[in-house]
């Protein structure tokens, strides 16, 4: 909870979290506190597009630890399982009861229904299926005649935010909208797409580099309150992108998840390669008061899991540029955005009228306060701060409306 901790705790907090060494963001990720002569590494998995109206995915995958083509019946691959995920953010005992999670992503995955199955049976988790009704495909236009290319860093990312909404919700529906290309001209489409198709809660997991024409874009946002727009705010230690900028988004930032002997069972810590700041263009909507960014919007709302370091496992057999497939452990705001769109489709759908990315700041007691860490000149403090937001999700309560509508961005 936001506030007092056990002093115990506190302690174990200070001697594992000190200890994690640092490193650049796209290249290292922090050392895990059980493996200290190994210092784990990790890679961006989409590459930095040069046309700033091309988008770009937010995954990473750690590069020391070779995929595992499959992994033997009673053994668990390496990572973060489902149950880790929901015992750290106390989710253990709620329902989605069948709302959808739309993914908005580029290209097209040909392999993902059957590696979802294979994800889910590996953790427990009920089947989802095309035939159930419990996953559905799209493409921008809302058709069953998907994009023709495959391209292996998106399918990967794609993986990843099916298998978080997973992590997360698994009775929750899943809608994935698969753009023709990662171009401005198409992924906005994506998004309206899955407005179109009923969809309350819509990750995306891809950034634009911050530039003057980006408030033209928040129509596609503000035209739709009642929706949760959840948005990676990338991974580049420090440095705020768009959408994420936008003041009618849930900006959702990155952490260092680590076990610790204590009743949650985690600690947690800013990750270094979390985007985050003050953007140079949007305003300050009128839920936020932190003198981070006394007039423009400040990024980040809330966070989640996102350190490669403390990764979570995700499968795909989409071959990857390597060639590889299987198990993998991944990273990037790309985990933190699936998993708290989730949870917002576990709080309940957000209230008509309203723009849920400031349910947040009404709720601080129901938020792990994340006071540990920085991100580029940006450091993790008591209350709200930019890299980890309000902090990460204790439970679902403050990802309620508190207020019964009307509430929103300036």
């Known amino acids: 909870m936001y506030g007092v901790r056990p002093l115990q705790w506190l302690l174990a907090s200070v001697l594992v979290l000190g200890g ?36 770009s995915c937010t995954a990473m995958v750690r590069t020391d630890l070779p995929p595992m083509a499959s992994v033997p019946p009673n053994a668990r691959p390496p990572g973060l399982s489902p149950q880790d995920l929901r015992r750290a953010y106390d989710l253990n005992g709620q329902r989605g009861r069948g709302r959808t999670v739309a993914i908005t992503v580029a290209h097209h995955h040909p392999h993902l229904e059957s590696d979802l199955a294979v994800y889910r049976r590996k953790f427990g988790l009920p089947p989802c299926t095309t035939a159930s009704g419990c996953l559905r495909v799209v493409n921008q236009r ?10 292996p860093e998106w399918s990967f990312e794609e993986a990843i935010d099916v298998d978080m909404v997973s992590a997360a919700c698994p009775d929750c529906r899943i809608l994935v909208v698969e ?66 900028a936008s003041p009618y988004v849930t900006a959702v930032g990155g952490t260092t998840l680590i076990p610790l002997h204590t009743p949650r069972g985690f600690g947690e810590k800013a990750w270094n390669g979390t985007g985050c700041g003050c953007s140079a263009f949007e305003p300050k909507p009128a839920f936020q008061h932190d003198a981070v960014c006394p007039h423009n919007r400040t990024i980040a709302d809330v966070s989640a899991v996102a350190d490669p370091a403390s990764g979570v496992a995700v499968y795909t057999t989409s071959p990857t540029l390597s060639g590889t497939t299987g198990w993998f452990v991944a990273g990037g705001t790309s985990v933190a955005s699936p998993l708290v769109a989730s949870m917002y489709a576990l709080a309940g759908n957000p209230a008509p009228g309203t723009f849920p990315n400031s349910y947040p700041y009404a709720h601080p007691q129901d938020f792990f306060d994340v006071t540990v860490g920085q991100a580029g000149t940006f450091s993790a403090l008591p209350g709200y701060d930019a890299p980890t937001g309000i902090g990460t999700p204790d439970g679902v309560a403050g990802l309620r409306d508190p207020w019964g509508g009307g509430y929103g961005a300036a």
């Not at 809302?142 to 391209?151: E, K, M, Y």
């Not at 809660?201 to 033209?216: G, K, L, Q």
């Open 20 to 55: 994690l060494a640092a490193g650049p963001p796209a290249a290292r990720a922090h050392s895990s506190p059980t493996a200290k002569h190994h210092q784990p590494t990790a890679e961006r998995v989409c590459h930095q597009p040069s046309d700033s109206l091309v988008a």
């Open 142 to 151: 809302g058709g069953s005649t998907l994009p023709p290319t495959v391209d």
């Open 179 to 244: 753009d023709d290309s990662a171009f401005a001209s198409d992924m906005f489409p994506g998004v309206d797409q899955a407005v179109a198709q009923g969809a309350k809660f819509i990750s995306n997991s891809w950034v634009f580099p911050e530039a003057s024409f980006e408030p033209d874009f928040d129509f596609h946002f503000s035209n739709n309150p009642g929706v949760v727009f959840a948005f990676a705010s990338g991974d580049n230690g420090g440095v705020t992108q768009y959408p994420a």
